[in-house]
């Protein structure tokens, strides 16, 4: 159960795009499709943005999408917003009824 | 309103025991698997615990088999984790959250467990 990797910052100007990256392992980003990713400001319990790797649930604006392949899953904020500016976590199923989770990813908005 | 909310936090000494309770609202609860996901203050989210709908599967992670209990009363709409045998590192906001298309689709605020002797 090791963590899967994202890196720790990732930065944009407003109206830009940043991409973050989530990599696993064949147990688990590479071998189920569900990978999920959670937006979380200060002090804010985690929002869901993205299930079974490219699916937004309602609400969720089409700016985010997210993407997948082989062992490392993408999310991508499109025109980037103040409001963006956040922790970002991807999470996958890992078999057996058992998850896993990325570090986590500050955004930040210059 | 969909909605989980947590309780049952508090400070207690290692070694010591506690009980989380998760109460659920405006969802099946039943029909519906469930989670516990903590942060341990200024870190990352770390998937806990893992029950099925019905009660009929638990999983863990491994930092914490074999001293936390995830269980759940249908009849009353709630979701319980047993910590015993706890560590300084179990430290942490924990979470309640459902689970929807393999995802954690609705969370709580969250309840502050702090192991301080």
């Known amino acids: 159960q090791s963590a899967l990797t994202q890196p720790r910052s990732v930065s944009g100007s407003p109206g830009q795009s940043v991409t973050i990256s989530c990599t696993g392992t064949?147990?688990?980003?590479?071998?189920?499709?569900?990978v999920s990713w959670y937006q979380q400001h200060p002090d804010k319990a985690p929002k869901l943005v993205i299930y079974?790797?490219?699916n937004r649930p309602s609400g969720v604006p089409d700016r985010f999408s997210g993407s997948k392949s082989g062992n490392t899953a993408s999310l991508t904020i499109s025109g980037l917003q103040a409001e963006d500016e956040a922790d970002y976590y991807c999470?996958?199923?890992?078999?057996?009824?058992?998850?896993?989770f990325g570090g986590g990813t500050k955004v930040t908005v210059l | 309103q969909v909605q989980v909310v947590e309780s049952g936090g508090g400070v207690v000494q290692p070694g010591g025991s506690l009980r989380l309770s998760c109460a659920a609202s405006g969802f099946s609860f039943m029909g519906s698997d469930m989670f516990w996901v903590r942060q341990a203050p200024g870190k990352g989210l770390e998937w806990v615990a893992f029950i099925r709908f019905d009660g009929s599967n638990e999983r863990y992670a491994d930092s914490v088999k074999g001293r936390l209990t995830i269980s759940r009363d249908n009849s009353k709409n709630t979701l319980h984790l047993q910590m015993n045998s706890l560590r300084t590192e179990d430290t942490a906001l924990y979470y309640c959250?459902?689970?929807?298309?393999?995802?954690?689709?609705?969370w709580g605020q969250g309840t502050l467990v702090t192991v301080s002797s």
């Open positions: 959250a459902k689970s929807g298309d393999w995802a954690f689709d609705v």
């Open positions: 999470c996958s199923h890992a078999g057996s009824y058992t998850w896993v």
């Open positions: 079974y790797v490219d």
């Open positions: 064949s147990s688990d980003v590479g071998g189920y499709n569900f």
